[in-house]
């Protein structure tokens, strides 16, 4: 069996489960997305070499999600555990994945490596905005399947 | 005012509809998308109505539909590997050759003016030019590996045997046939993109080229044959290539398409940020460093990213478009 690349990762505390408040049961309300329910979304992948989550490893964190509303725009910054991590790619396709299915189509969602800490940074970055390469890469079953295992929770 | 009119709006398949074609005589035209399908519509009194259905001719997505010059054949593109090339000798539309060679993805084909020659590329980063041998028979003349990564689109020149292809890579490249040796050799490079170039389109002479990236600009660029004019620097004989423009700040994310109409002179666009715009160039500019004024701007033209649009060859500025939303939209360009 392939050893991990980061064989020892530190892992960190679970953030609290988001409380449901009087307005969240409003039907009526026209509530915006925020911060944390995108950060709910992809908080729970799973790390493609470990039985963790993404949150765990601090591979997502809340603070690393933009959200604009009015734009209809998402951008999502992960953080790989290690610098040449060779799971970036498929970290990443699996954030960018769990977006489109879970928001409406009307949202762009961008999914980019944190700044400065990937040597692939701007090979990876570059791979994951390309449309045509994902379309094809999700046709891919057994990439699909491995996928589909990243973001079903742990 | 110059304004886009929307003459129909079609669901034309299921999932992202990724690239529509212009029969040459401008009452039909054929789509392709995620779906695996092939639609060809035609116009009836009622509108715009899907006439056949190709199905079966691939095992993945679709990624680009071409109809030859004479309108006899259609080609198809697929990431499953194939270009299929399909006719109705036998009364119907049948796909009676297939063209296998590249390692994966196909991504685009294109037929030269005269009908004699094919274009493909793909994933495999290579270009290959495929000539028309008999009935049912293609046979490769050429397989080019210009690029270092993958090619994203063949379109020929208007008039001449001359391919150029976009790339993953940020270049263009221009190619030609060697008349001593017949081989097919790359003759030009265009570097200025920042990132992958989309797709390429030739003005109606073939001497200028638009290019559009997710860089998000559009790029001219303008041939400077050996002893020109202006005495732009040439080596070896062939042209070299010069961009003599770039729009930039009018796209808010990359776009996917361009088509320069050959008979207004009217550069569209569609790009990811759903919008559909209209470029004209101004009159009397410089031809050596011309000037391209935004006239029109179509907002929310899909729900989704844009992905192709085509002018209809027969002049009359009706303007096809499809999207990520399985949406196929004809448009009326007026100029008011």
Request: glycine share 4%.
């Amino acid at each position: 069996m392939k050893v991990a690349d980061n064989v020892n990762p530190n892992v960190y505390e679970k953030g609290s489960v988001r409380e449901v408040t009087k307005s969240d049961l409003d039907e009526e309300l026209n509530d915006d997305f925020d911060q944390r329910e995108i950060f709910d979304i992809i908080r729970n992948i799973s790390d493609p070499e470990h039985p963790l989550t993404l949150e765990e490893l601090r591979v997502v964190e809340e603070s690393n999600v933009i959200i604009d509303n009015k734009n209809n725009l998402v951008h999502v910054y992960f953080t790989p555990t290690i610098p040449h991590c060779s799971m970036a790619t498929l970290i990443g396709l699996s954030i960018r994945v769990q977006l489109l299915r879970a928001l409406p189509s009307r949202f762009k969602v961008t999914v980019e490596v944190t700044e400065g800490t990937h040597v692939s940074e701007h090979a990876v970055n570059k791979q994951l905005a390309d449309k045509e390469r994902i379309a094809a890469a999700l046709e891919n079953n057994n990439l699909v399947q491995i996928i589909n295992q990243c973001v079903r929770s742990v | 005012m110059a304004k886009l009119e929307l003459l129909q709006s079609i669901n034309a398949h299921k999932g992202i509809v990724w690239n529509v074609s212009w029969h040459p005589n401008g009452n039909i035209f054929a789509s392709c998308g995620e779906d695996k399908v092939i639609n060809l519509w035609s116009k009836e009194n009622q509108g715009w109505a899907v006439k056949t259905m190709l199905v079966d001719g691939h095992q993945r997505t679709i990624r680009e539909v071409a109809w030859s010059p004479c309108g006899n054949f259609l080609a198809s593109a697929s990431f499953d590997g194939t270009t299929a090339i399909w006719d109705k000798k036998s009364g119907q539309f049948e796909c009676n050759a297939t063209l296998e060679g590249h390692e994966n993805e196909v991504k685009s084909v294109a037929w030269s003016p005269s009908g004699q020659l094919l274009a493909t590329c793909g994933r495999d980063k290579s270009v290959w030019v495929w000539e028309v041998a008999g009935d049912d028979e293609y046979v490769c003349e050429a397989v080019l590996n210009a690029h270092n990564q993958d090619v994203k689109k063949v379109v020929w020149h208007p008039s001449l045997e001359v391919l150029a292809s976009a790339s993953y890579d940020n270049t263009v490249k221009i190619y030609k046939e060697d008349q001593l040796d017949s081989d097919w050799n790359c003759v030009a490079t265009l570097e200025s993109h920042e990132t992958t170039v989309w797709s390429l389109t030739f003005d109606k002479t073939g001497e200028r080229l638009a290019t559009c990236s997710a860089d998000n600009t559009v790029k001219i660029w303008k041939e400077y044959k050996p002893n020109n004019e202006l005495g732009v620097s040439v080596s070896d004989k062939e042209s070299s290539w010069k961009c003599i423009c770039t729009l930039s700040g009018y796209h808010t994310r990359a776009i996917y398409d361009i088509a320069w109409c050959h008979h207004s002179g009217l550069i569209a666009t569609a790009s990811g940020d759903d919008i559909i715009r209209i470029f004209k160039e101004a009159e009397d500019c410089d031809p050596d460093a011309p000037t391209f004024d935004l006239i029109c701007k179509k907002y929310d033209a899909h729900s989704q990213d844009v992905n192709c649009v085509k002018w209809n060859p027969t002049a009359n500025n009706e303007l096809v478009s499809c999207s990520d939303d399985g949406q196929i939209k004809i448009w009326k360009f007026l100029d008011e």
